[in-house]
């Protein structure tokens, strides 16, 4: 039997803050205490209820709602949260009770003076509209700073002062300018923070982060990785192919890279160690399923329900469109994952090893229940997403009472509620500190003077777009949560793609990718570097060789721009061919990366793998048979050598 190794999360945890992580809150911020402790508790409470009751039963104003949200969550973030290194850890500072004071004063004064405030801001507005705005911009910053670290807020600040300054910038960023109480007013408005990445966070994302927290609190996560081990255990590598199941299984319920490896990897990282994998590969492994966790529908990663609103299109199309890429993700993981076991001796886990199916199932089998009815609301009745996410979690509710073990009574749900709310506090930050950039794109023009920045430096050629369209992504994502990245992304580069006849669907799914792919890109490669915190290896190497491992991962995106039935623009013909063509694709580039098809293969037939991927990943008669043709000239090659060495 392999022995697992007990990780504790707090240890983990020190580790990740060590390393500056901040996409998850492992260790829960402050330990707060007495009343304090038990108001948060109440905030908490009373945000969810309120999400709730307006998405499902009363819908309000979304001035209100949406302002209401950012106040929620920046009450939250300025009393679980410490400002600085040296912050009192078990009770408020004289600073965070000024700072909520800040976030709540400006929302009480838009709903006081709402009648007249909508026909003045960003035109005409008066002294204490520009107070007020100003207040409230600079508590988003804040909010920014403390949930996710100095760049988003620093990028948030210079695209404040380009609003003010740009009338002295050269060429293409010259703007007229705009005076500060015009600017501050615009950003506080439905154009600004309250624009579309707000109402993503609000109308979508809080109900599915609410569902992850109820599917943490009823043990489903760990019933997840028992059923992924049964389903993939015993093949070669076997623990590496069940991390590829549960990050899938387990990205439904985060949003986040790194929280999909903190969940998932605490469990598998060790699996993997135990049965032969190096620290390092096992580290990479879980970084590389761990991201993948955020392509993978039917939720995916929360930029997906921001791209849904930006497009105009039902959630579920974004969803389906995405299937294909998806699939291709985990079949080049499975591959890379299966050649490098191979080449590596490593053995799949033994039957004494593994739970019983049989057993797990009829013990804990209810708690797929809420991902089917998920599932089936979102894909089959086509509801809404945050009806469908309300329908999950109800379902979990009651299906969590067939066992003891997982059963929710009401203390348990309301606890659940509130420690929901606290878990949506970065991504509602990240939210509205891009709607501060995304307002200043708007009211200056800057966003579509990137696009024809971008034509013009790639000369029209569309391969160069998407080569600076995917740096742009990479690097803005290294240093602030996916969504931020890809609603800062969205807004400057797709665009430009689209005027390069790049269907919108494709464009922004290219941006997305690459956004949530910057999680395994050094240098600051926090799914990886997490993943290092756990399996105790070098971050850097995790790093580099988690990139080698989802290599496939960067040319998918250009695959599906070059070849759109990829995302189901096509007929049915077209798109059954790139899927055959393309799962061909991912196993040949397996092969040529890990140096391994049917038996060890040398540098001229990796190689050939090499071209024979390439000509099978891109779009095209001519290449896919040629790059059919290569991939069994190898096979056949090898399968010659491995007969003859048989007799």
């Known amino acids: 039997m392999v022995e697992e190794k007990v990780v504790d999360i707090k240890e983990v945890a020190h580790k990740l803050e060590e390393m500056h992580i901040k996409d998850i809150e492992v260790s829960g911020g402050r330990e707060l205490t007495g009343i304090v402790f038990k108001a948060v508790f109440v905030i908490g409470l009373v945000m969810s209820l309120f999400h709730i009751y307006v998405l499902t039963i009363r819908a309000i104003d979304p001035w209100y709602f949406r302002t209401m949200h950012v106040v929620f969550a920046g009450v939250l973030i300025f009393a679980v949260i410490p400002g600085w290194k040296n912050s009192p850890q078990d009770r408020l500072h004289l600073i965070d009770y000024l700072f909520i004071l800040l976030t709540v004063a400006p929302a009480a004064y838009i709903f006081i003076v709402f009648d007249e405030w909508i026909y003045r801001v960003g035109v005409v507005p008066n002294t204490l509209d520009f107070i007020f705005s100003t207040i409230f911009v600079i508590t988003v910053v804040e909010m920014a700073r403390r949930a996710t670290g100095l760049p988003l807020a620093i990028l948030s600040g210079i695209f404040i002062l380009y609003g003010y300054f740009g009338n002295y910038m ?37 109900l599915f982060v609410l569902f992850g927290a109820f599917v943490e609190a009823s043990g489903a996560g760990k019933f997840f990785v028992d059923f992924a081990r049964c389903a993939a255990g015993r093949l070669r590598g076997g623990p590496a192919k069940v991390s590829i199941i549960s990050s899938a299984i387990i990205g439904t319920a985060s949003g986040s890279s790194v929280a999909n490896v903190v969940v998932d990897g605490v469990f598998n990282i060790p699996l993997m160690k135990a049965s032969g994998f190096r620290a390092t590969a096992a580290g990479a492994i879980e970084a590389m399923n761990s991201t993948g966790g955020q392509i993978m529908p039917p939720v995916m990663g929360a930029g997906a329900f921001l791209m849904a609103e930006i497009l105009g299109i039902p959630y579920s199309k974004v969803a389906l469109a995405a299937v294909i890429p998806a699939l291709l ?48 609301s979102l894909m089959v009745l086509f509801y809404s997403p945050y009806r469908s996410a309300m329908y999950a979690i109800i379902s979990l509710i009651i299906v969590s009472w067939i066992s003891k ?38 009211q200056t023009g800057l966003g579509m003077k990137f696009a024809m920045i971008i034509i013009n430096y790639s000369g029209g050629s569309l391969l160069l777009a998407l080569f600076f369209t995917m740096l742009i992504a990479i690097i803005l994502g290294m240093g602030m949560p996916t969504t931020a990245a ?48 756990i ?59 890990q140096g391994w098809l049917l038996k060890k293969a040398g540098w001229i037939e990796r190689l050939i793998l090499l071209i024979g991927a390439l000509c099978l990943i891109k779009p095209g008669w001519v290449t896919d048979l040629i790059g059919f043709g290569l991939l069994i000239i190898v096979a056949g090659y090898q399968y010659t050598k491995y007969k003859k060495s048989i007799i």
């Open 405 to 442: 073990a997982s059963r929710m009574g009401f203390r348990s749900v309301i606890e659940t509620l509130a420690k929901g709310a606290r878990g949506s506090i970065e991504i509602a930050a990240t939210c509205a500190a891009a709607g501060i950039i995304v307002g200043v794109l708007t």
């Open 486 to 533: 890809y609603a800062i992304s969205a807004s400057v580069l797709a665009p430009a793609l689209i005027q390069l006849k790049v269907p919108a669907i494709a464009a922004h799914l290219f941006i997305f990718y690459f956004a949530c792919l910057s999680a395994l890109t050094p240098p600051v490669a926090l799914a990886a570097f997490a993943a290092a915190a």
């Open 535 to 593: 399996a105790n290896a070098k971050t850097w190497n995790v790093g580099w060789l988690g990139m080698k491992f989802a290599l496939a991962g960067f040319l998918i995106p250009y695959m599906f721009v070059y070849g759109p039935a990829m995302v189901l623009v096509g007929s049915p013909t077209e798109i059954t061919f790139v899927i055959i063509t393309g799962l061909l694709g991912t196993m040949a580039l397996g092969a040529a990366v």
């Open 329 to 376: 993700y985990y079949t080049s993981a499975y591959w890379m994952i299966d050649f490098y076991s191979a080449s590596s001796g490593l053995r799949g886990m033994t039957r004494e090893e593994l739970p019983i199916f049989k057993k797990i199932m009829v013990e804990k089998g209810y708690l797929l229940v809420p991902i089917v009815v998920l599932l089936f």
């Open 170 to 206: 050269p060429g293409l960023f010259y703007h007229k300018g705009y005076s500060w109480p015009r600017m501050m007013t615009y950003l506080f408005s439905l154009d600004g923070i309250l624009s579309l990445p707000i109402l993503a966070s609000a109308h979508y994302i809080f």
